[in-house]
């Protein structure tokens, strides 16, 4: 089970990234692939929560959550044809590789604490 939601987890940041490329291409395509695509990754990001205790790590999977929600803020104004979902992309990939790099890591300090 866990193979299958890491592929689709995977599966769906290609599609979230492609569709952002498909926006200059198929303008009237693009929003219902990133809609379908954040709906995936934001369910999987939902179902996988933070193993650990600590307070540092459990902020770190609120980024991520912030991070789905300036993803559905994107597709919302991706539907609208409004131009600053390429701004909340932006911003919400920051974020999300933020806490992807760093929950490891804190992951690690909880295995090494006593």
Same mark, same amino acid.
């Given at each position: 089970?866990? &193979?299958?939601?890491? *592929?689709?987890?995977?599966?769906?940041?290609?599609l979230?990234?492609?569709?952002?490329?498909?926006?200059?291409?198929?303008?009237?395509?693009?929003?219902?692939?990133?809609?379908?695509?954040? *709906? *995936?990754?934001?369910?999987?990001? %939902?179902? !996988?929560? #933070?193993?650990?205790?600590?307070?540092?790590?459990? &902020?770190?999977?609120?980024?991520?959550?912030?991070?789905?929600? %300036?993803?559905?803020?994107?597709? #919302?104004?991706?539907?609208?044809? &409004?131009? =600053?979902?390429?701004?909340?992309?932006?911003?919400?990939?920051?974020? %999300?590789?933020?806490?992807? *790099?760093?929950?490891?890591? $804190?992951? $690690? &300090? =909880?295995? !090494?604490?006593p």
């Amino acid at each position: 089970m866990h &193979r299958v939601k890491d *592929v689709l987890f995977r599966i769906s940041g290609i599609l979230i990234l492609l569709s952002a490329g498909l926006h200059l291409a198929i303008p009237t395509v693009a929003p219902w692939v990133m809609a379908f695509s954040v *709906v *995936v990754f934001t369910a999987m990001t %939902l179902t !996988n929560p #933070y193993p650990g205790k600590s307070i540092r790590g459990k &902020r770190l999977f609120n980024f991520q959550l912030f991070s789905c929600i %300036l993803m559905i803020v994107a597709t #919302y104004l991706m539907f609208r044809e &409004r131009n =600053e979902w390429v701004l909340a992309m932006i911003v919400s990939a920051i974020f %999300l590789l933020y806490a992807s *790099v760093m929950i490891p890591r $804190e992951l $690690e &300090r =909880e295995k !090494n604490r006593p």
